[in-house]
């Protein structure tokens, strides 16, 4: 009975040993950075929950419940305008490849560049802004950085997306040389001077005689 009542002890501790392990911490540091531990986190950490789930995957491949916690404490916006084509496109594409939702706003008239200018500082695009960190311009390795440190998963972790981009806003005025040319008016034939042309005002040549040019006289 007494060996019955220890094995039973046994079997609880080695249960809580497996509960605890599985317990697993998410936090921000003061960098920003989010971080999961097996330990509570240090005094300071920001947003702090416990992940509970015994089976749950790895750091790695968050969860969609992660994925939506990532979103509501760094939302992801990437600032574009319809003219911008190329550098926007790099930028858009490299979001759509890792998988990570965003929302993207188009610059085009006063109130949009007032915003930009909230944001950024400047007036350029693209301009990708996670959280409260932002990034001017396009350039690879400043996505990824910032991207890793708001704790999204690395490229190929997550299914990547295809959002396109968006179309013009109604209102936007269509860039120059949209619009065909006009076509040039057709030439017109020089008109062809006739027996009466007024503008030269010439007639035959005159012929000599008593009634010709004066003072020459007809030959005979």
């Known amino acids: 009975m007494k ?16 509960t605890a392990q599985a317990q697993q911490y998410r936090w921000v540091d003061r960098n920003g950075k989010a971080q999961f531990t097996d330990t509570p986190p240090p005094p300071g950490a920001k947003d702090v929950h ?13 969860l969609p419940y992660e994925l939506a916690r990532l979103q509501e404490n760094f939302a992801v916006t990437l600032y574009t305008s319809p003219s911008c084509k190329e550098g926007c496109q790099l930028a858009r594409d490299a979001l759509n490849k ?18 930009l200018r909230r944001v950024s500082g400047g007036a350029e695009v693209p301009v990708l802004q996670v959280g409260r960190e932002v990034q001017r311009g396009f350039e690879q390795g400043a996505y990824d950085l910032l991207l890793s440190s708001a ?9 990547a997306r295809t959002q396109a981009a968006p179309v013009a806003p109604e209102g936007y005025p269509a860039p120059e040389g949209s619009k065909p040319a ?14 009466y042309d007024t503008s030269r005002l010439q007639g035959p040549p005159s012929k000599p005689g008593p009634y010709g040019v004066p003072g020459e006289t007809e030959t005979k």
Do not use: C, D, H
Request: aromatic share 6%.
């Open 3 to 18: 060996l019955r009542a220890l094995v039973l002890v046994f079997l609880a501790l080695l249960l809580a040993l497996g």
């Open 98 to 115: 890792r998988g990570v939702p965003f929302k993207e706003v188009q610059i085009w008239n006063p109130e949009t560049i007032a915003e």
């Open 151 to 159: 704790g999204y998963p690395a490229a190929g972790l997550m299914p």
């Open 50 to 62: 416990k992940v509970e789930e015994v089976a749950s995957p790895p750091a790695s491949a968050p």
């Open 182 to 195: 006009a076509a040039p008016p057709a030439a017109q034939e020089p008109e062809k001077a006739g027996p």
